[in-house]
């Protein structure tokens, strides 16, 4: 694998995946600690990008915006369902229907108290970080649930398996983003630490950029870092540097 990029540039179009990436996982995704200085990290790598930087995330933007306020990034919510450009107006993708999936989601919760069932706007989750033997019977429940429908996708994360919208994923929002303003003609680097993010590495690394895999794992992306805590330390190295002002013709 290579290397870190040694700096982010003018050229540069960031893209940040959250948990287990930016901030450590949690028992709970309502646990999660954001080091102190993130935001204000985070800010500055906003302003001497021109604002080409968005927040790439399976989460709902209800509940990930708290952690980061009062910072306001452009962003993907949901894998990417929910997608908040540079204008500020939120685009949605249609929402499928998720009744079977959160009926058994929620029917094994009830057996099981260590489980913990979300339902977002466009897709539901399953987490099992507080019950690691129930991973097999969690994930086959899901698979279950959708097999007869082609329009719902099944993705296994790090102690979560959610249900989502077969036509929406992280590398389709980064794909969009990089056809506007700021981030078209930009060079794109993505960071994430999941099987969910394997989209996206996969995309900007076809454009051009660099894939950023935090942690162990397979994984397609170009370059690997050990923890949040490494790829923390880069965005600070780069944040460091005088503003950035060789932006793209």
Same mark, same amino acid.
């Given at each position: 694998?290579?290397?870190?990029?040694?700096?982010?540039? /003018?050229?540069?179009?960031?893209?940040?995946?959250?948990?287990?990436?930016?901030?450590?996982?949690?028992?709970?995704?309502?646990?999660?600690?954001? *080091?102190?200085?993130?935001?204000?990290?985070? +800010?500055?790598?906003?302003?001497?990008?021109?604002?080409?930087?968005? #927040?790439?995330?399976?989460? !709902?933007?209800?509940?990930?915006?708290?952690?980061?306020?009062?910072?306001?990034?452009?962003?993907?919510?949901?894998? +990417?369902?929910?997608?908040?450009?540079?204008?500020?107006?939120?685009?949605?993708?249609?929402?499928?229907?998720? /009744?079977?999936? #959160?009926? !058994?989601?929620?029917?094994?919760?009830?057996?099981?108290?260590? #489980?913990?069932?979300?339902?977002?706007?466009?897709?539901?989750?399953?987490?099992?970080?507080?019950? *690691?033997?129930?991973?097999?019977?969690?994930?086959?429940?899901?698979?279950?649930?959708?097999?007869?429908?082609?329009?719902?996708?099944? #993705?296994?994360?790090?102690?979560?398996?959610?249900?989502?919208?077969?036509?929406?994923?992280?590398?389709?929002?980064?794909?969009?983003?990089?056809?506007?303003?700021?981030?078209? %003609?930009?060079?794109?680097?993505?960071? %994430?630490?999941?099987?969910?993010?394997?989209?996206?590495?996969?995309?900007?690394?076809?454009?051009?950029?660099?894939?950023?895999?935090?942690?162990? %794992?397979?994984?397609?992306?170009?370059?690997?870092?050990?923890?949040?805590?490494?790829?923390?330390?880069?965005?600070?190295?780069?944040?460091?540097? *005088?503003?950035?002002?060789?932006?793209?013709?």
């Amino acid at each position: 694998m290579k290397t870190l990029p040694r700096l982010l540039t /003018g050229r540069s179009a960031l893209f940040l995946d959250f948990d287990g990436t930016l901030a450590e996982l949690a028992p709970r995704p309502e646990a999660v600690v954001v *080091p102190r200085e993130l935001i204000g990290l985070l +800010g500055q790598l906003f302003e001497q990008l021109d604002g080409a930087m968005a #927040l790439v995330t399976g989460r !709902a933007q209800a509940d990930i915006e708290p952690f980061l306020a009062p910072l306001r990034l452009p962003a993907a919510f949901e894998h +990417g369902a929910v997608r908040r450009p540079t204008s500020g107006t939120l685009v949605q993708a249609p929402t499928p229907e998720l /009744g079977p999936a #959160l009926a !058994a989601a929620r029917a094994l919760a009830a057996r099981h108290p260590g #489980l913990l069932v979300e339902h977002k706007q466009t897709a539901m989750a399953l987490h099992f970080r507080l019950a *690691p033997e129930m991973q097999a019977e969690c994930t086959a429940a899901m698979a279950a649930a959708i097999a007869h429908d082609p329009g719902l996708q099944l #993705l296994r994360g790090k102690a979560v398996v959610e249900v989502k919208s077969a036509h929406v994923s992280k590398g389709l929002a980064i794909a969009a983003f990089m056809k506007e303003a700021p981030f078209a %003609g930009r060079e794109p680097v993505f960071a %994430g630490d999941d099987v969910t993010d394997e989209a996206g590495f996969d995309v900007v690394q076809q454009l051009g950029g660099t894939g950023v895999k935090v942690g162990e %794992g397979p994984t397609c992306a170009a370059v690997r870092v050990a923890d949040p805590l490494a790829l923390r330390a880069w965005l600070q190295q780069a944040a460091r540097l *005088p503003p950035l002002n060789t932006a793209p013709p």
